[in-house]
């Protein structure tokens, strides 16, 4: 419920007019005024620990205190506050009035506001109210409570999903406060006609109900209660008016189910006049009427909050929304799944044997649907048992992760053909959790297709390519999370994809390369991957790529480059736009660690650990780092290069027709670390090279080669200058040798 001006005009109202009443009531009753200073009624600090079930465990503490009194009337203060478990917190705070009657009664009323921050980090607030009627012998009481805040999101154990024959719906999507009512009757037991021995203590016993609901929510909140309370006063003999008070409460509705809760709490009383020796003997005595005056407030000390009701799902991932659910076990549920059409959640469970599929003959160039062994449809999601993935609330766009029934499904095919695959991808898809085996590709995408997730899933034995999008002009493609390992090659893209995340990924012993980005490809994320025992290259992008980022990665043992980035030949333009490579971690490469060949434009090589591994067979035979001529604007800064066999860092390659090369300009090599090297640290070969200074140098340690320094290299890296052989090096860096 969202609260609106009217109804803070109307709760202002309603405690200024109660206030009102009381104080007219009290200045024309007898003649007696309201008196602060008259100290019939003392007030309390109280405080002590609950242990329940359903997470109702909590520490207590409440403050009584009197504002202004008269022989027979009160108004004061209740204030509680609530420790529940999960990081669970409430405030209460109340402005009561009470007042005795002839017939032994006290008659009472109270307004007060509510605050409480979930374990969801969600913040209630409620407006609260009730009234009383207090014996020495019975209990009346009934009180309102109020939402002023609207739901908020859901989440945690709230939100749950629900497989209702082929729909699948969110409950607790939001997080929603409910108003109601509860009352209740007590009784004190007379212990004294059982034993005088406990003519001073007071066993009461109560029973009553609760009714909470709001439109938004699953179900209303509704149940019966039971509880008991002995009170034991004047604890402390030192203290007239302590209280240690022992309880237990037993709760029970169709939400949230039977609830036990036990507790005690001790009751301090604030303190005499001083002038009479802190010894609290100025307290006066109270009847059994005057004494319940300073009873606590009773009332739900938490603001009910439960469920939002069922609501359609959305895949988080590709904003589909999910209107149908199909379920597959065999090769012939699996098409009859994807035969649905639009909107579906395939859930593909695998408790039995491999799904054996069997691929259409292959056909040549890029057809209109793959003749792949399943055809996802455009916006299906297809989901292996067991497996989670982000669902999210078409009403409350809460988010939380759905698991799938069922066991992880592996599905084969001992088939393939050109531009075929196990899974065969369509717009809008996400296909997550499954194991594939065989195929030319373990997952495919051909040909302007958009908006496709590829996650969790287990792919082994492709031919060609686990995953592969062998044709053009798809955009908007996730692979995370997945293992890919004995295949041609770990992730290929061909030309002209745009919007690329290749993140997170396990690639293993697959050959050609872990991931290749062929040409024309723009805004390619590849980002935190472990990738190993490559035969050919890690990470391979080749001509006219732009934009590209390549960082977090781990990179190990690869048969030639770590990372290779090539450019266009032959005189084409460069292509504007920004490749950074940085926090990689590179072991164990043939040639070089990070090579970056001709027409780049602002390069970024920052912060990457390469490493050769000097004592393996994968030792580095070429550079940590090798930049070919015609790039402009390369930052190679901050960089960790040790155990290279080769030089450290390499600027030109005399080896290739210097007809197709021209120099590098604004080149910057800055605050890098190098050790352990077997040739140079620095060899600058075939055309010029404009060089720039870094900020503090670079360390240069255990240089085998040309060069050997020990100290830091000072900023004299600026100016154009060529170096033809590595002794002319040492005429540029002043203090080394």
């Not at 605050?671 to 070969?685: K, P, W, Y």
Request: proline residues 4%; hydrophobic residues 40%.
């Amino acid at each position: 419920m969202k609260p609106t001006v009217s109804v803070w005009q109307r709760l202002n109202l309603s405690v200024a007019l109660l206030a009102g009443f009381c104080v007219a009531a009290e200045a024309g009753d007898n003649g007696n005024s309201i008196n602060p200073a008259a100290e019939k009624w003392r007030g309390w600090l109280e405080f002590g620990g609950i242990f329940g079930t359903d997470r109702t465990s909590r520490g207590e503490v409440s403050v009584f205190a009197p504002i202004a009194q008269t022989p027979d009337s009160l108004f004061f203060l209740d204030l509680k506050g609530n420790y529940f478990e999960q990081n669970t917190q409430e405030g209460n705070f109340a402005l009561g009035y009470r007042r005795m009657l002839d017939n032994g009664f006290n008659l009472g009323a109270w307004l007060g506001t509510d605050v409480r921050s979930t374990s969801l980090d969600n913040t209630f607030w409620q407006f609260s109210g009730g009234v009383e009627a207090l014996s020495h012998n019975y209990d009346f009481r009934a009180n309102f409570y109020l939402p002023l805040t609207e739901s908020k999101a859901g989440g945690g154990d709230l939100t749950q999903f629900a497989l209702q024959g082929n729909n699948i719906f969110m409950t607790g999507g939001r997080e929603v406060p409910l108003g109601g009512v509860d009352a209740e009757a007590g009784f004190r037991v007379p212990l004294e006609e059982f034993n005088t021995t406990f003519s001073a203590a007071e066993l009461r016993a109560y029973g009553g109900g609760y009714y909470f609901d709001d439109n938004e929510a699953l179900q209303p909140v509704a149940g019966g209660k039971a509880r008991l309370e002995l009170r034991i006063p004047d604890v402390f003999e030192a203290l007239p008016g302590s209280q240690l008070t022992a309880g237990y409460q037993f709760t029970y509705d169709d939400t949230r189910k039977a609830r036990h809760q036990a507790g005690l709490k001790l009751r301090i009383p604030f303190g005499g006049n001083p002038d009479a020796d802190s010894d609290w003997s100025d307290i006066p005595a109270l009847s059994p009427q005057e004494r319940r005056m300073i009873d606590g407030l009773e009332r739900d000390t938490d603001i009910v909050t439960t469920a939002s009701a069922r609501e359609n799902v959305i895949d988080d991932s590709t904003n589909v929304a999910l209107h149908r659910v199909a379920y597959a076990s065999d090769e012939a549920s699996l098409h009859a799944a994807t035969g649905q059409g639009a909107n579906t959640l395939i859930i593909v469970q695998g408790a039995g044997a491999p799904i054996d599929m069997i691929a259409p003959p292959p056909t040549v160039g890029p057809p209109a649907i793959a003749p792949s062994t399943v055809n996802l449809q455009a916006r299906q999601t297809m989901q292996g048992g067991g497996s989670t993935i982000r669902l999210r609330g078409a009403r409350s766009g809460t988010v939380a992760g759905f698991t799938a029934p069922g066991a992880r499904p592996t599905l084969t095919s001992t088939t393939g053909g050109f531009s075929s695959g196990v899974v065969a991808l369509a717009s809008h898809t996400h296909v997550a959790g499954l194991n594939i085996r065989g195929g030319e590709a373990g997952v495919i995408g051909l040909s302007s297709i958009h908006n496709v997730v590829i996650e969790q899933n287990d792919i082994q034995f492709a031919e060609f390519s686990a995953i592969a999008f062998p044709w053009d002009r798809n955009r908007d493609i996730k692979i995370l999370n997945n293992t890919l390992s004995k295949s041609g090659a770990g992730v290929d893209f061909s030309f002209e994809n745009e919007n690329l995340i290749i993140a997170g990924n396990t690639i293993t012993d697959v050959g050609f390369a872990g991931i290749h980005v062929w040409q024309d490809n723009n805004n390619v994320q590849i980002l935190d991957n472990t990738i190993g025992r490559v035969q050919f290259r890690g990470i391979f992008g080749s001509y006219g790529n732009t934009n590209v980022t390549i960082s977090g990665n781990r990179i190990f043992d690869s048969g030639r480059d770590a990372i290779w980035l090539s450019g266009w030949q032959n005189g084409r333009p460069i292509k504007p736009g920004q490749h950074v490579i940085s926090g990689n971690t590179i072991t164990g490469f043939r040639v070089n660690g990070i090579a970056l060949f001709e027409n780049h434009d602002n390069v970024l090589i920052s912060g990457n650990t390469i490493e050769g591994l000097a004592n393996s067979p994968l030792e580095g035979l070429d550079a940590g780092i090798f930049i070919d001529n015609g790039n402009n604007n390369i930052h190679v800064a901050g960089n960790t290069i040790r155990g290279v066999a080769g030089d450290a860092v390499r600027l030109g390659d005399p080896n290739r027709p210097s007809v197709l090369h021209l120099p590098n300009t604004n080149v910057l090599l800055a605050d890098n670390t190098l050790s352990g090297i077997g040739g140079d640290a620095f060899r600058f070969t075939a055309a010029g090279h404009t060089l720039l200074g870094g900020s503090s140098g670079n360390q240069l340690l255990d240089i085998q080669g040309g060069l050997v320094c020990s100290q830091t290299v000072p900023n004299s890296f600026s100016g154009s200058f060529s170096v033809l052989d590595p002794t002319a090096l040492q005429t540029f860096i002043a203090g080394c040798n």
